[in-house]
């Protein structure tokens, strides 16, 4: 590869942080998970030109423009599969997806299943604030039952769905919770999803203060996993993710099996670096 | 009576009688033999049940077209002398097996009663019916025996050697049946092959798709399965590991193509392909790729629509979608492959295009093409440019600007891992960092820019030469009285009948561009001339692309529309001409009146 960048001084956070302001609102959850990110670089010293950020549409989407590594923030749901994309052309880089609840569970929610069930080797922060932030408050698959928007004035007729058992149960190899309110622990949540091997998805609980201030609802429901919590248990797994009480975070499950890049590829290589001779003419040949 | 081409269509029950694997292997051993193919075929939609067709004419010279009338039908069943009989002609060969009807009366030709089913449940030989026509069919026509066996054996050999033997077996008993049983001479016979050059290549229109992509570097294809674009995620299955890239499918066309812009993004030259259902789920991925300068190329191998319309049938009715599908204002280069070899050169152009402009490009192909197949010359690969998108240099560290506003519209794309450059693509409307920007200056300038790579395009493109220019067909345009314009398969059709007229003495002459957006218009008007009648024929109803030539030209056109999901037959595209070469000075009738004329196929 060309350009190493091995002997350029060691980056902090701030390092990784781009000229582009955020858009989001003061209080927003987001800058926790953006902190969290920028913590989470630094301490894996990741190459700026060798990280992709990718992003479908939302508030949470945004980020990739906060963040001086490459970037795309794509369309409304499309994160997943353009994260792949990237990977497989060049499973060397560090890929890492973020975006929202409606991004990510609703317009998009055909690709969750089949990504984590595909196991790219890339890490997916879902920023879930349980409200459509950028539209400006509809209500979000992951909106309570019930839920007052303006676009269900009587209430939400819909039940939440619950996005870390949707993952597991599509056979996710790794699953964390985290709480923007808490960026330390977020951090080593982050590094542990981009240093895993496969599809890591992390469901980061992150406020909307403007259209559905959750801040203080949850912080005193958030608990760490109980004591002597096995993460290669599935079943213990699920137990905590369907719990009616608190909101437990923390690494639920790892697992490692086979990545999508390890079968579709047959080596490691970038593809536009593959040295293959490839003669047209040996392949015209055998149609005669 | 010794003839230049014949056309033998086999007709049966698909799942019973094996009549499309039969034509293939006969289609590729009669190529063998030295004669030039040209095959045609539709299916039920439907795996078991239904009737199917394959119908292939064979020539002594290059067959650009499917042809008109049958010489020979071979009908497995009654169903298939109801369906195909009226398109036999009256003096023609029918191929019946009288276990399964009585030789029609109606029928003036010759018909030879062949106990297909008989003689396959002799040898015990369930599935072996096909081959036993194919016996009998060469023993009357006097195919070379050689090569169908040897096709046998490439074709099943490998995977199956038991069948090499029974399918030996079931050839013989066939042609020793019709030998024995039939002692008069069949009207017509193939004159000997030209056997003064190779054989030619026999492909499908999407495998010379898959050759032409691969040709261009592409190395990565993502893909849903749909009819009739399958196959071309099937074969880049198999041929993308092998040569170091990759191949995937994908839960929907949505997150086929969007992981074409990721790859693309991560520097790869990388295709997806479709037909119309999942064409209309791309709309908004290609949208990003216009907005986020990101090259892809996307086939749409177009069936009969809307919505799942006729999965197995024929129609160019996506030119509309092809050029304006997606929302705002997004230029798109559209290309319409033209026949087998000229889809091989139209992929290769597809990437070199959308390389160079950095924008997707939508290659056209049709159901009749994408699954016929053909006989062509060894394509040359170095008639076609293979380049790169345009990439940072030294210059660009610090402060790069991926979106910088340059003269041609064309601004360095850094890859990640390649170069030092990080920025952040974006479908947001952006300013030249790629940063979010809404203001007035800054949108107006970025649609320039992109606008500004289509008008490029248009000039790179106006003087193409062959293979990847127009095509040009029949009497030298200067001396031509009536034009023929077309476009994507239909060209195979218009050459046939063009040149065959000329070559009678009458003034016509065809142009077919491949280059569909951005047109060319300047060409259009030359061959325009001083024609008196310029005729559009396309298989849709309402004249896509007659209505997008006079949006770009102004031009009078009479559009010629078939819509039943078959293609037009040489045959249509004369009488047509006719009625314009016929009398009618001045002011044609036909111009006054509407100008569509519907042939139900
Ligand atoms: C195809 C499409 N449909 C709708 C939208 C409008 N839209 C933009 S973001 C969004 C939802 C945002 O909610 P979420 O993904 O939870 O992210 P948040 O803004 O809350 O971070 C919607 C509906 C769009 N951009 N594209």
């Given amino acids: 590869m060309a350009r190493e960048a091995k002997t350029k001084p060691k980056l902090l956070p701030k390092d990784y942080k781009s000229k582009v302001k955020p858009t989001w609102c003061p209080g927003c959850g987001d800058f926790g998970v953006l902190a969290s990110l920028y913590q989470a670089m630094a301490r894996m010293e990741l190459d700026p030109a060798r990280t992709v950020v990718v992003s479908g549409i939302g508030c949470s989407s945004r980020l990739p423009f906060f963040v001086q590594t490459y970037g795309f923030q794509t369309a409304h749901g499309r994160v997943l599969p353009v994260a792949i994309g990237v990977k497989i052309a060049n499973p060397a880089l560090t890929v890492i997806a973020v975006g929202g609840d409606g991004d990510g569970f609703s317009i998009g929610g055909n690709h969750l299943a089949h990504a984590v069930r595909r196991n790219p080797d890339i890490t997916y922060v879902v920023m879930d604030n349980e409200v459509y932030g950028l539209t400006k408050g509809q209500t979000s698959p992951t909106s309570p039952l019930g839920f007052k928007t303006k676009s269900t004035p009587y209430g939400s007729s819909d039940a939440p769905i619950n996005p870390m058992a949707w993952a597991l149960a599509s056979g996710v190899s790794f699953a964390a919770r985290g709480f923007s309110g808490d960026p330390k622990h977020l951090t080593d949540l982050i590094v542990a999803g981009v240093e895993h091997p ?91 | 009576m010794i003839v230049d081409t014949l056309l033998v269509r086999l007709g049966g029950e698909s799942g019973i009688d094996n009549a499309i694997s039969a034509g293939d292997v006969l289609t590729l051993s009669v190529a063998r033999s030295g004669y030039h193919v040209h095959t045609f075929r539709t299916y039920p939609a439907e795996i078991k049940g239904g009737p199917v067709m394959f119908q292939l004419r064979a020539g002594v010279q290059p067959v650009p077209s499917l042809g008109d009338k049958l010489d020979v039908l071979l009908a497995f069943n009654e169903e298939a002398w109801q369906l195909h009989g009226e398109a036999l002609r009256p003096d023609g060969v029918l191929i019946f097996d009288p276990g399964e009807h009585d030789a029609p009366r109606e029928f003036g030709g010759t018909a030879y009663g062949v106990p297909l089913d008989r003689l396959s449940k002799d040898l015990n030989l369930r599935k072996g019916k096909n081959l036993i026509a194919l016996g009998a069919l060469s023993a009357l026509f006097g195919f070379d025996f050689q090569p169908i066996q040897a096709t046998v054996k490439d074709k099943f050999g490998r995977k199956r050697p038991e069948f090499v033997e029974s399918n030996r077996i079931a050839l013989m008993a066939g042609f020793e049946w019709a030998k024995e049983n039939i002692q008069d001479e069949v009207p017509f016979r193939l004159a000997a092959p030209d056997s003064t050059h190779d054989p030619e290549l026999v492909m499908s229109g999407n495998q010379a798709i898959v050759a032409g992509a691969l040709a261009a570097g592409c190395r990565y294809f993502a893909g849903y399965p749909i009819t009739p674009a399958s196959d071309i995620l099937e074969e880049m299955a198999k041929r993308l590991p092998p040569i170091g890239g990759a191949s995937f499918q994908t839960e929907d066309e949505i997150a086929a193509i969007a992981s074409v812009v990721g790859a693309s993004i991560a520097g790869v030259k990388a295709m997806t392909a479709t037909s119309g259902p999942g064409f209309s789920l791309m709309q908004e991925m290609l949208g990003l790729a216009t907005m986020a300068e990101v090259p892809v190329v996307v086939v749409n191998s177009m069936r009969a629509g809307p919505s799942t319309g006729m999965p197995t049938k024929m129609e160019q009715a996506d030119l509309n979608i092809a050029l304006y599908g997606g929302h705002g204002e997004a230029p798109r280069i559209v290309l319409a492959a033209r026949s087998v070899e000229d889809s091989f050169y139209q992929a290769m152009h597809a990437f070199y295009l959308s390389e160079t402009f950095q924008m997707p490009v939508i290659l056209l192909t049709d159901q009749s093409l994408s699954h016929r197949t053909a006989t062509l010359p060894m394509p040359d690969p170095y008639r076609v440019p293979v380049v790169e998108r345009l990439r940072p240099t030294a210059e660009d560290a610090g402060g790069y600007q991926r979106y910088r506003l340059t003269e041609s519209g064309v601004s360095p794309m850094g890859i990640p891992g390649f170069d030092a450059t990080p920025f952040t693509a974006t479908g947001l409307e952006h300013d030249e960092y790629g940063a979010p920007n809404y203001t007035p200056a800054m949108h107006s300038a970025q649609l320039d820019k992109r606008g500004h790579k289509f008008e490029r395009a248009a000039e790179v493109l106006c003087d193409l030469e062959y293979p990847l220019g127009c095509h040009a067909y029949g009497a030298p345009e200067a001396e031509a009285e009536v034009g023929v ?110 100008t569509e004329e519907v042939a139900h196929g």
């Fill in chain 1, 198 to 288: 496969g599809f890591a998805f992390i469901q980061a609980m992150s406020p909307c203060p403007t259209f559905y201030n959750t801040f203080d609802l949850w912080r005193p429901q958030i608990e760490a996993l109980p004591e002597g919590y096995d993460p290669g248990d599935r079943m213990q797994a699920l137990s905590q993710v369907f719990r009616d009480d608190g909101i437990p975070v923390g690494l639920f499950y790892r697992q490692e099996r086979p990545t999508l890049d390890s079968h579709t590829r047959v080596t490691a290589h970038p593809l536009r670096e593959e040295t293959e001779d490839f003669d047209v003419q040996a392949l015209l040949e055998m149609y005669r």
């Fill in chain 2, 485 to 594: 314009l077309a476009w994507g398969s239909t060209a195979g059709v218009v050459r046939e009948a063009v040149e065959e007229m000329a070559a009678e003495g009458l003034p016509v002459a065809a142009l077919v561009p491949a280059v569909i957006n951005p047109l060319p218009a300047e060409r259009i008007m030359e061959f325009a001339g001083h024609l008196r009648a310029i005729i559009v024929p396309e298989v849709n109803r309402t004249g896509q692309f007659a209505a997008w030539v006079k949006a770009n030209t102004e031009l009078h056109l009479i559009s010629l529309n078939k819509y039943g999901g078959l293609p037009f037959t040489p045959a249509e595209i004369r009488a047509k001409v006719m009625e314009f070469l016929v009398a009618k000075p001045q002011e044609p009738a036909a111009e006054l009146q509407p």
